[in-house]
């Protein structure tokens, strides 16, 4: 199913953003895999990436985006450096953009405000904090933003000399072979290939988070409470719908923002949702368990994130 994104309006209803909302108990979390110190100190110290040939594999785990809003920066000193205040996506393909950093310790700077590329943030196995491997000097000279005047991530000036700042190539720029054969397979504007494509419209996380959820009959089907994020490949996996005291992880390519940017649009029904397995707020699911995540997507008759796209299997057999 295609995931159609515009830019997000103010909410006009009532309902709270996502770190406003009383947390409830925290989930059981994903079995973690081996410790830090199980792993060679050069691969500890390096920033977790993935190769393009690896951009749609399984999560390994997963967070919820009111958990990693809020977490403590560090540098690979374990200085304090401040927080993420919030998370920045391409409202189009569901990637992770920019984590929005205020800095404190010895980086404070007032009121601003600095959009890091995710791919320099490292988030290690115990997820506690965030590691930045960014020189202090260079810090220090980095260019910030007023709380109140947040730059226009889509502006492609913007983004390219914010990317290179931090010595990153922008994803949309890079020679990879795979991902430039992403790019131009030409499989009609999959979620695949806006993976790929500069972001054109982009939405803050805590923005998403309370938005209310109406299906195709623009019946009311609850609110999109949370969202499920793989902070290694830098993607949202679901949306956490609340629905009739009940909670359901629907993947990213099952949503749309409506055009007006007020609610999300799901093609379920209410008896389909009524008769569907969800999930309590004090016992969410392992989101990065494989045959869950199967169960999640065949629910919701959405392509799982991590196989070709159906439209592309019948091109390509």
Not at 26 to 34: G, R, V
Not at 152 to 179: G, H, I, L
């Amino acid at each position: 199913m295609r995931t159609r994104w515009s830019l997000v309006a103010a909410a006009a209803l009532s309902a709270a953003p996502c770190l406003a909302q009383d947390r409830p108990a925290q989930p059981a979390q994903p079995a973690q895999p081996p410790s830090a110190q199980d792993r060679p100190a050069a691969q500890d110290r390096a920033p977790i990436a993935r190769p393009a040939t690896d951009d749609f594999a399984m999560a390994r785990r997963w967070q919820k985006a009111t958990d990693l809003i809020g977490k403590k920066v560090v540098n690979e000193s374990n200085e304090d450096l401040g927080k993420i205040e919030d998370i920045v996506v391409d409202a189009n393909s569901g990637r992770i953009l920019y984590g929005v950093l205020s800095f404190g310790g010895f980086m404070s700077v007032g009121d601003k405000l600095f959009a890091i590329p995710w791919e320099s943030l490292r988030l290690p196995d115990d997820a506690k904090q965030f590691v930045l491997s960014v020189p202090k000097d260079r810090l220090k000279s980095a260019e910030g933003f007023d709380k109140g005047r947040w730059p226009n991530f889509a502006d492609e000036a913007w983004a390219v000399k914010t990317y290179k700042y931090y010595d990153r190539t922008p994803y949309w720029q890079t020679s990879d072979p795979a991902s430039l054969e992403q790019k131009n397979r030409g499989a009609g504007g999959t979620y695949r290939d806006r993976w790929y494509e500069r972001v054109t419209v982009w939405q803050k996380a805590t923005d998403l988070c309370g938005k209310d959820a109406h299906n195709t009959k623009n019946e009311d089907i609850g609110r999109i409470s949370d969202l499920a994020i793989d902070p290694d490949g830098g993607r949202i996996l679901y949306g956490v719908l609340a629905y009739s005291s009940k909670l359901f992880a629907v993947p990213m390519n099952a949503l749309t923002l409506s055009n007006d940017g007020k609610k999300f649009i799901i093609n379920v029904s209410k008896e389909e949702l009524n008769s569907m397995t969800g999930f309590t707020s004090t016992n969410w699911p392992n989101m990065a368990d494989r045959d869950w995540a199967t169960r999640a997507h065949e629910q919701f008759r959405a392509d799982p994130y991590w196989n070709e796209p159906r439209i592309e299997r019948r091109n390509n057999p």
